[in-house]
């Protein structure tokens, strides 16, 4: 640690306050550390603009021009007080280098809500923020932001109160969390779940619309959106991982029974490794088709972008203008059909005089190209270092101008496609005016309102499709490049009636479940799949498992003793659930140890606890061997009766979504 307060350890500087020091004085040197000597978000970073564009030194895939503005919560232009204003940008700045983010969003909106709540008029700076200010600060984020968006951003909250506490930058200690709780995802049923489902699924009209799309769109930019929006119904990508594919993503490998398996290679946006994912086979035609429309729309600026990285300095000149180069002037008509708009309106904007020489009106050659090369995309020849991407590798690198349908395409000047332009095709602007490829196409919703869709719901829809078809929850993690099989919860979206109907399925075909549903004759005078719709009315989710009892008849006969009811089911290949039955198991033969103990020391009572605990660690060991048997496939309903006849286990072959039940 220097005389200054930071410690510097390797390529990273952190701040240490001084116990010597008032709180103020050491948020002066937070805030002066922050703004003097570190170089996140640029060297040349405007420190007092209200407004910073961070979009070369964030580096974030595909999404256009990254802003942070230091102004009010919601709508409000005002610039953010003063006094709290420098530590929100030294805060930001500083957390970016320790814990980088693809988006600074929700740190800011934190900022903006403990704006909103004090008044720094009156407290002059954070070093005098109370518990009571952070309270307030939650009202404002409750009223603001969706209940999860509240959650998230209330947690950055929190970090904030700590940081400032544990850093000695407030008058006193700060012990506080925020009170908003976790958002509720398990919910399946009512008006809240179906809400719910709707946002974050598209509708069967919106898919018939992409699908009308991809074969009817006429000009680029749709055509691309399109193909694009068709890849994301192959695979469950986000929409980053799709805008930094390589054009030579193609895998195709031979499987074990000679036939051919095809995928496309993609970099994870969540710290994934580079990794390939493979499409069905159903989808193989779409994904190959969808690949072939993109190459075909984006060669040839891969080829303007391959060709600047060899010449650099000099203009790029389709074959037909070649000419050009060796002639001092380049006329006006000349320019329009270069640049693909008004090259006067464009030269005018960018400092390039008209001249007239030789009686030609037009540009001096050297002007024009000096103008035309600043356009070039800020670290070109690279998109993404993180990635070694390059512009002439990367699939969705587009001539400039190739999504505006109010003007030519450049045949000189590149751009990268942003999430913005594949999200204004799918209407996510189209309350804002800004036309899609649907109103393009005179597409709309059922009810006539136009048609939107989140690029983001091709993903969750892709989850909930595989959650439906039994997919095990470690194969849909890697199959959605994630790192925990915890996070496909998000992306479950099966109702109620989705699982009650595959329980029934299951108990109405003989084989296909472990378990009578109830002693009944084989003269039975309605099919089993008719007396499983009598007999499982309703089912909802437990810890380790699902229960069938019908609440509604008579209330739960086992007190919650799930696994010892025969009204309860589980789920071979649950890995979740699993180990929560292993871990009850370790608990109980915890118990038994202390229950034989005190029947040792003759302890009043402890026979029968001895007893319980006995058969209790029996059925929970039958249970766990069953689970982890190998020779039962993965999905099978394990019901309690039939816990000893393992014979019916490997006979049985149901698939259901493991850890949705």
């Not at 930001?92 to 929700?106: A, D, E, V, W």
């Not at 407030?170 to 709780?181: D, I």
């Not at 479950?492 to 009650?500: F, K, S």
């Not at 929970?620 to 286990?649: C, K, N, Q």
Request: charge should be neutral; charged fraction near 25%.
């Amino acid at each position: 640690m220097n005389d200054d307060g930071v410690q510097v350890g390797g390529d990273v500087i952190y701040f240490s306050p001084r116990v010597e020091l008032s709180a103020l004085e050491n948020l002066w040197g937070f805030i002066a550390l922050a703004r003097d000597r570190l170089t996140i978000f640029g060297r040349d970073l405007d420190w007092d603009a209200e407004i910073w564009d961070v979009t070369a030194a964030a580096h974030a895939s595909g999404q256009g021009r990254i802003r942070i503005s230091f102004t009010g919560l919601g709508q409000a232009a005002r610039p953010m007080a003063a006094g709290i204003s420098d530590f929100a940008r030294a805060y930001l700045r500083y957390q970016q280098g320790l814990k980088p983010t693809r988006g600074t969003q929700q740190r800011l909106a934190a900022f903006r809500a403990l704006d909103a709540a004090g008044d720094f008029s009156t407290l002059q700076d954070v070093t005098r923020i109370t518990p009571a200010h952070l309270d307030a600060a939650v009202q404002q984020i409750g009223s603001h932001y969706s209940e999860a968006g509240a959650y998230r951003i209330a947690g950055q909250l929190e970090a904030i109160g700590r940081f400032l506490s544990d850093n000695s930058l407030v008058a006193m200690p700060l012990q506080w969390t925020h009170s908003l709780s976790r958002p509720g995802d398990t919910v399946r049923i009512g008006r809240e779940h179906e809400e719910r489902r709707a946002r974050k699924i598209p509708s069967q009209r919106a898919l018939e619309a992409v699908a009308f799309a991809f074969r009817a769109a006429d000009n680029p930019s749709d055509r691309i959106a399109a193909a694009a929006a068709a890849l994301m119904c192959c695979a469950p990508v986000r929409i980053g991982e799709l805008l930094r594919v390589r054009a030579n993503c193609e895998v195709v490998r031979d499987k074990r029974n000679g036939a051919a398996q095809y995928g496309l290679r993609w970099w994870s946006e969540k710290g994934v490794k580079p990794e390939v994912r493979w499409i069905i086979a159903t989808m193989e035609d779409v994904a190959r088709e969808a690949l072939g429309v993109i190459l075909e729309l984006t060669s040839e600026a891969r080829r303007i972008a391959a060709w600047y990285e060899v010449n650099p300095g000099r203009l790029y000149l389709p074959s037909d203008l070649t000419e050009l180069r060796s002639q001092p002037v380049m006329p006006l008509g000349a320019a329009d059909e270069l640049l693909g708009l008004r090259s006067a309106d464009w030269a005018s904007r960018n400092g390039v005089p008209v001249i007239i020489s030789d009686g030609v009106e037009g540009f001096a050659f050297e002007a024009l190209e000096a103008a035309v090369l600043a356009k070039l995309p800020k670290g070109f020849p690279v998109v993404e270092t993180a990635t070694e991407l390059s512009y002439s590798e990367a699939l969705f690198t587009v001539r400039h101008n190739e999504f505006r349908t109010d003007r030519g395409s450049s045949r000189c000047m590149i751009d990268r496609v942003s999430q913005q332009q594949i999200s204004d095709c799918l209407g996510r602007r189209v309350d804002a005016g800004i036309q899609s490829m649907f109103n393009r196409l005179g597409l709309a919703d059922d009810d006539g309102s136009p048609l939107k869709i989140r690029s983001h719901q091709f993903r969750h829809y892709l989850n909930t499709l595989a959650q439906r078809s039994g997919a095990d929850q470690l194969d849909i993690a890697i199959w959605s490049g994630r790192k925990s099989t915890a996070q496909n919860r998000a992306y479950d979206h099966l109702t109620a009636d989705e699982l009650l109907e595959m329980v029934r399925e299951a108990l109405g075909e003989e084989g296909e479940h472990l378990g009578p549903v109830a002693p009944v004759q084989m003269r039975s005078p309605i099919t089993r799949a008719e007396f499983a719709r009598l007999a499982v009315p309703t089912a909802h989710f437990t810890e380790f498992g699902a229960c069938i009892h019908d609440f509604a008849m008579l209330p739960c006969p086992r007190h919650r003793d799930c696994l010892n009811c025969e009204e309860h089911v589980c789920v071979k290949g649950d890995q979740v659930r699993t180990g929560r039955i292993r871990a009850l198991l370790e608990d109980t033969r915890r118990e038994l140890a202390k229950a034989e103990a005190a029947v040792q020391e003759d302890f009043d009572g402890a026979d029968r606890f001895l007893e319980h605990h006995r058969r209790a660690m029996a059925r929970y060991e039958e249970l766990i061997s069953i689970l982890t048997d190998p020779e039962i496939p993965d999905g099978t309903i394990v019901r309690g009766a039939a816990m000893a006849s393992r014979r019916t286990l490997r006979a049985s072959t149901l698939r259901l979504p493991s850890g949705n039940i």
